[in-house]
């Protein structure tokens, strides 16, 4: 059975090892900003060094259209449908992938997680605390009107300070950054102020900070903006029925060349195996979370194929701090040495998964490779758990269903391995993601479970980001406080030499370790079914771009 797995994760991968390799290089090269790599470095007119990160030869976009010649109707089906069509109201990869067909940031990545250049033509550290972006001109939003400057330094503002509009659950996505403004010494730009030296500033601006028009954010009501959309991208809104269906056409003024797909339409199917026969049966074009035991059904059907790639997305099981007994270190760590890691990658993932052992994955900045996953050990997990005080105890896992790689099966084998110890009681309680993630990313920390699993991806490349929101006692999503990792954190994220950022980084991921504050699981593979008559392969980041799509030949 092991050499059947074995080949079958070969094959299943198939054709998606050079993608993966290349995300594993990007995330080495490019996961902090590009100015380590990219940048030239100019004296300006008073003498102080001004690090200028454009590249003429830089690619804009990750494909170009044909123009829009032709009808080429393509449908997505995801675990979810999006929560609303807010571009900076969400945390969900769901609704991103959605809304990000009409809205796009002043940078972006392409397919290997590279640095191009957005909605900015330009972008540049004009000294600590303040980086400017250059506005792309010839920019149209769907009702006709011109990007501006003005819209720009709105977006950001609308993310990052909550007196502009609302308080957007994105504002830590564009960590430590403090506002924007039109510049007032350069044409068509804006500056872009943060609390420090901020290392990580063009990576996020890379994956996150959707803009939005100002005036037309301002005349509407937020119910409004939740189902309908007015941004500047490839695609422009044509129907939203809530829990049913989005369709995008094709913007044909689009600043980058029409698209080839004429219409998107986008729906959702919680269970794998429904996704799979709307597939098979030609319903949809491209579904997310394949599994496993399905691999060969899409495979050996004439007319659809995988596409798979490892992501940028860790699963684990959070453990509350202020709740007891997560409150305890020796609890924390013999929940991690209940559980058999290896066992569900090997039996629930069938070996498309790979074993963690802390927030930062392989290949992204701050990784440190000398920490193991913990061991499945359950005599030394019921040792630290009569150490703890907490012998006895009563705990029950909330997960999701249908948002991540077999997460239902992963969430029952990590509560029924717990329970099997003499001397803890684990039971799961199933969740819709809605709801689960609702609990979570409220910024209040009281009205999430005490012992939750769920999903983070990092596009970013940047595991201080990941740790910054999940781990740090004043992060967005937080399960956990300790001053240790706040001050590594922070020293992490005001330190300007990339290789003594990295080194604190790696000390910050060891701690993180030891006080285990998660259940570390497995790094998801990102598995999608496609119908062959669209041209498409998956990206490490989880994003589905449409705008990458074509007819097959």
């Not at 403090?178 to 990576?203: M, Y």
Request: hydrophobic residues 35%.
């Amino acid at each position: 059975m092991v050499h059947d797995k074995d080949t079958s994760r070969r094959t299943f991968l198939k054709g998606a090892g050079a993608a993966a390799a290349a995300a594993s290089l990007a995330g080495c090269s490019g996961g902090g900003d590009q100015e380590t790599t990219d940048a030239e470095t100019t004296a300006d007119d008073d003498g102080a060094d001004t690090e200028t990160v454009a590249d003429e030869e830089t690619e804009t976009t990750e494909e170009e259209g044909d123009g829009g010649a032709g009808e080429f109707e393509v449908t997505i089906t995801q675990g979810q449908m999006p929560t609303g069509l807010d571009p900076h109201d969400h945390r969900e990869t769901s609704t991103d992938n959605v809304v990000l067909h009409a809205y796009e940031g002043l940078l972006a990545r392409d397919r290997e997680g590279a640095t191009i250049e957005g909605l900015a033509t330009e972008y540049e550290r004009v000294e600590d605390g303040l980086v400017r972006f250059t506005i792309r001109d010839g920019v149209t939003f769907h009702n006709g009107d011109d990007f501006t400057p003005q819209d720009a330094a709105y977006s950001i503002n609308r993310i990052v300070d909550p007196e502009v509009d609302f308080e957007s659950p994105q504002n830590d996505q564009l960590a430590g950054v403090t506002g924007a403004e039109v510049s007032s010494d350069a044409d068509s730009a804006i500056d872009v102020s943060s609390d420090g030296f901020n290392p990580t500033v063009f990576s996020s601006f890379a994956t996150y900070g959707d803009m939005v028009q100002q005036s037309w954010i301002e005349d509407n009501e937020s119910a409004y903006i939740n189902q309908n959309m007015n941004g500047t991208g490839p695609f422009q809104f044509a129907e939203y029925s809530q829990d049913e269906q989005v369709v995008l056409e094709r913007y044909d003024d689009y600043w980058d060349g029409a698209a080839d797909v004429s219409e998107l339409t986008f729906t959702a199917a919680s269970e794998s195996g429904t996704r799979v026969n709307q597939l098979l049966s030609g319903e949809t074009d491209v579904i997310v979370n394949v599994p496993p035991q399905d691999a060969e059904r899409v495979r050996g059907n004439d007319g659809t194929r995988l596409s798979a790639v490892p992501s940028t997305r860790l699963v684990f099981a959070a453990m509350r701090y202020d709740v007891e007994p997560f409150s305890s270190q020796q609890f924390r760590q013999a929940m991690n040495y209940a559980v058999d890691l290896d066992s569900i990658i090997e039996n629930v993932l069938q070996t498309f998964g790979a074993p963690t052992a802390q927030p930062t994955l392989e290949g992204f900045v701050g990784h440190n490779p000398d920490l193991d996953p913990y061991p499945y050990d359950p005599d030394q997990a019921e040792s630290l758990v009569e150490e703890s005080g907490f012998a006895g105890a009563e705990i029950t896992l909330d997960g999701p269903t249908g948002r991540y790689l077999r997460d239902v099966e992963i969430a029952q084998a990590v509560a029924d391995q717990i329970d099997s110890l003499s001397n803890v009681s684990c039971s799961y309680n199933q969740r819709e993601f809605s709801s689960l993630a609702g609990e979570v990313t409220n910024g209040d920390i009281t009205t999430s479970p005490p012992f939750y699993l769920l999903g983070w991806g990092e596009a970013t490349f940047e595991g201080a980001l990941t740790i910054g929101s999940l781990m740090t006692t004043d992060g967005s999503l937080t399960s956990f406080s300790n001053e240790e990792i706040d001050d590594l954190h922070a020293q992490a994220q005001s330190e300007p030499d990339a290789e003594e950022r990295e080194s604190i980084l790696q000390e910050l991921n060891a701690v993180v370790h030891e006080q285990a504050p998660w259940v570390f699981l497995n790094r998801q593979y990102s598995v999608y079914g496609v119908n062959d008559r669209v041209s498409w392969e998956a990206r490490s980041d989880e994003r589905i771009n449409a705008y990458a799509m074509s007819p097959s030949e």
